[in-house]
């Protein structure tokens, strides 16, 4: 069905934004954001296209949760709490009401889930594919904030959850790694599909000054790694051995060793990665178990620049491809 | 030549947001917006698409000139005074370093006209067309907003600058309009290309609490008013020997009278169109004078629904086309 850009605004889009003011129910030039008290407003955009950082075909509502995650993790990584977002939508031709009531339907569950409301956004056709970009705003409390640069020598490196289950999802989704069990490959590909934006994480590490330098691994983690290392003007360096693996990878890892670099490399993974003085070791310890989250120690910065992963044999490896680069 | 994504937003596009506290010279996974003082933050998001919202081959300093001024006139559109942007960038591949350097170059002198910086934003990729997204963040001065919904029965109908040259303008960068004198092809293909916002209009009309509504005229000016009607509740009349036309349009018309249609629905003029209590009309001729910017009366509202265009004649005017749709 070939719909009018204001009938999919109006019937399918404002309700999204109904009854939150600032909205005017999508019918204005511009949207009012929400006055603060006392906070500070944050914003991340993020572009998602069809082919590109998702599989053609994905069902509706997993790209509106994908699209939204991946904004919220970048928010993650500040230590921000999410408030509204905008929606920038370029549709191909054909792909009208139908695909973008079920988009809908997928942005409404995760504004349930979140707490965030479509503040405004622009719908417009194109003869590409599907493009999507998010722009999202959040709050931060207090004076402080999390950035790349803070690190300092001798930090301990943590990571969030399980490194690499994205990469290998996107395998799976591919069609790849059929050896796994089903359950296995079920997994990955949740985490491909459908990444967990680590928000109270990233709030809890901003508001107890816990980390000295936060991101979310989205480019993998030796590239992501390296921005922090090089905007603290330091090295670092990863034990290959500490990694935290989840049941589903080392399976995978089991039936074929060469997938490593793919760990170390792949993207989509959006777990939090940040650096700790090693003092603040013991809360960190403790803010895992209150948040039933693995935070794993990988690695420390040390003077120098790069980052360097060293194998249970005291070698560093070889990585044979830095990282993911869109170009 | 082929970029990397973190080499093209470190060399070309962070030097757009050197100096401006809270962009992290773009090496963050968010950006920090500024603090305000008794002003209210509103936000714009457009994209435009090569092929469809300017043409392929588009010098990319035009592009960024369009790209920003689009979002520039619904920033004016509500009154609001710029303030800085996110920039979303979809880059075909290919199209990598040698154009990012030059749209760079325009967005940089854009910023140096409007006062406005680059805050932060997202590069990537695309198989498709060239894609550009850009929110803009404006701020209020003031308690009372610019919207669509305001008009009453009675309410004079305003357009700023001239109509349809845009539309004429798209039509001789196709090669059409061929018999014209090279000035007025010019003249008419430049209003298409670059687009004036009618920033100091929209503050004075805001802060003047002059207009019931207004918006800026993006998708043809029939269809453009027929939003303020229906959020209104009311109908709205036009009276066709009212309308503004440059001399470059008139001289397009005196050639072929069939192109009234096109100047009536055609997008891209990016005037503001407004509606002003009878008794204010005065005050809208001396805030003409003081701007050096025609504001023509051009109708007016009225009990009923949707929009009528009368002709010299008296008689209503067939519009074959309601306006510029996007799907």
């Given amino acids: 069905v070939r719909a009018n850009e204001f009938e999919l605004i109006e019937e399918i889009f404002a309700p999204l934004a109904a009854g939150k003011d600032g909205t005017f129910d999508l019918t204005n030039d511009a949207a009012l954001l929400p006055a603060l008290q006392g906070e500070r407003l944050i ?32 928010i993650a ?19 009208g009401r139908d695909w973008s009531a079920k ?64 990469a290998l999802g996107l395998t799976v989704a591919r069609g790849g790694l059929s050896a796994l069990s089903e359950a296995a490959r079920h997994a990955l590909q949740s985490r491909y599909e459908c990444p967990e934006p680590r928000l109270a994480l990233g709030q809890a590490l901003l508001q107890g000054g816990l980390a000295t330098a936060a991101m979310d691994v989205s480019d993998g983690l030796a ?40 760990l170390l490399s792949g993207g ?18 403790a803010l895992s178990r209150d948040l039933g989250l693995p935070l794993s120690r990988i690695g420390c910065m040390e003077a120098g620049s790069g980052v360097q992963v060293f194998g249970p044999d005291g070698q560093p490896m070889a990585l044979d491809r830095a990282g993911w680069s869109h170009f």
Same sequence: chains 1, 2.
């Fill in 43 to 74: 914003a991340s955009v993020d572009t998602l296209i069809e082919g590109v950082h998702f599989l053609a075909g994905t069902a509706p509502e997993a790209v509106a949760a994908k699209a939204l995650r991946v904004n919220l993790s970048d």
């Fill in 223 to 262: 590239q992501d790694l390296g921005h922090i290392a090089r905007h603290s003007g330091l090295g670092a360096r990863i034990e290959r051995a500490c990694l935290p693996l989840s049941a589903a990878a080392k399976a995978a890892l089991a039936g074929d060793l060469r997938l490593w670099p793919q």
């Fill in 103 to 166: 988009f809908a339907r997928g942005l409404s569950a995760e504004q349930a889930r979140f707490g965030i409301y479509l503040l405004g956004g622009d719908t417009t056709a194109t003869p590409g594919p599907l493009t999507i970009s998010i722009t999202l705003f959040a709050t931060l409390q207090g004076e402080a904030s999390l950035t790349r640069s803070g690190a300092g020598a001798g930090d301990l490196v943590y990571l969030s959850g399980s490194l690499g289950d994205a």
């Fill in 268 to 285: 989509d993974d959006y777990e939090l990665l940040f650096t700790v003085q090693p003092s603040r070791a013991p809360e960190i310890e």
């Fill in 77 to 95: 990584a500040m230590g921000g709490r999410p408030l509204a977002y905008l929606l920038a939508l370029s549709l191909p031709r054909g792909q």
